[in-house]
């Protein structure tokens, strides 16, 4: 298992006092089929969990809505008791029904039963690091941020999270939410073809603000291009390490967290970032979004 003195996949990241790898591991795709129910084969997502930090990762993204709540509970049962490096990160705002959709949860009392229950799934006393999240699946939406954010900072003075951040927002949200109280983190989707938080990335990365891509690999719907094809086949490697090689040099405050419910595929992913792309490779790569 991972130590201290072990170097971190990506190099290292402060979130407030919690230094994370910039390589980290998100659980979403550890749930069942649609992010609903068990897994289908949990000895294999448990398994997932533990390479994960075999491998140095010490930053696992999660939710509470992921199942709902089977992926936080198999956190817990592959990995409590937490190695002291190791940190959990957490959302809430949102629910899931029945047809598997997600609506916003975000009344004060549904973000103070959320956090309650990802406590109680993961076996923590405090939660190191909360993001709301807000607008839709369709993306973020314009308007305040004030009164849920207000209902999770009165959560962080009882003691019960450490650092808070914002997932799904504008930069308006963004800059509404660091007026507020301290923002470690904005996550937000992100990708070498969707590039539409560029200038929102280096303000954050000026300000010391962690930017954590979510769907760091196009989501359900891989990355394709012909230049990153071409760039992966000189490198000798997979198009996905590649793109998520770029996203580690595009900025330094970017921390990845790309899922997967496979060992093999959490290995190759993990190869990214220890690849070298030269001058030459960041052109052609950086064309794709632009």
């Not at 709540?69 to 937490?82: C, G, M, S, V």
């Not at 849920?148 to 009882?158: D, I």
């Amino acid at each position: 298992m991972n130590t201290p003195s072990t170097p971190l996949p990506g190099g290292a990241w402060d979130l407030g006092e919690l230094s994370v790898s910039r390589f980290g591991y998100g659980a979403m795709q550890l749930a069942g089929p649609g992010v609903m129910g068990p897994p289908t084969d949990r000895d294999a997502a448990l398994a997932v969990l533990r390479e994960a930090v075999d491998l140095g990762i010490t930053h696992i993204d999660t939710a509470g809505a992921y199942g709902p709540r089977f992926t936080n509970q198999l956190i817990r049962e592959a990995l409590h008791p937490y190695p002291p490096e190791l940190h959990l990160v957490t959302k809430v705002g949102a629910d899931r029904d029945r047809n598997g959709g997600w609506p916003p949860a975000r009344e004060p009392e549904d973000l103070r039963r959320a956090v309650h229950e990802n406590l109680d799934d993961l076996g923590l006393d405090v939660l190191d690091l909360v993001n709301l999240r807000l607008g839709d699946a369709q993306g973020p939406r314009p308007g305040s941020l004030a009164a849920p954010l207000a209902a999770l900072v009165e959560l962080q003075q009882q003691g019960l999270i450490r650092h808070l951040g914002v997932s799904n927002a504008t930069a308006e949200q963004v800059a509404e939410a660091r007026a507020m109280a301290p923002i470690v983190c904005v996550q937000n989707m992100y990708n070498l073809a969707h590039r539409q938080d560029d200038e929102l990335i280096d303000e954050l990365a000026e300000q010391g603000v962690a930017y954590v891509p979510f769907f760091p690999l196009g989501g359900f719907s891989p990355l394709q291009s012909s230049s990153l094809s071409a760039v992966a086949d000189r490198l000798d490697a997979t198009p996905m390490s590649v793109a998520l090689a770029w996203l580690l040099r595009r900025s330094p405050n970017i921390l990845l967290i790309p899922g997967t419910s496979s060992r093999a595929h959490l290995r190759e992913n993990a190869a990214g970032a220890g690849l070298r792309l030269s001058t030459e490779d960041l052109a052609e790569l950086d064309g794709i979004g632009r």
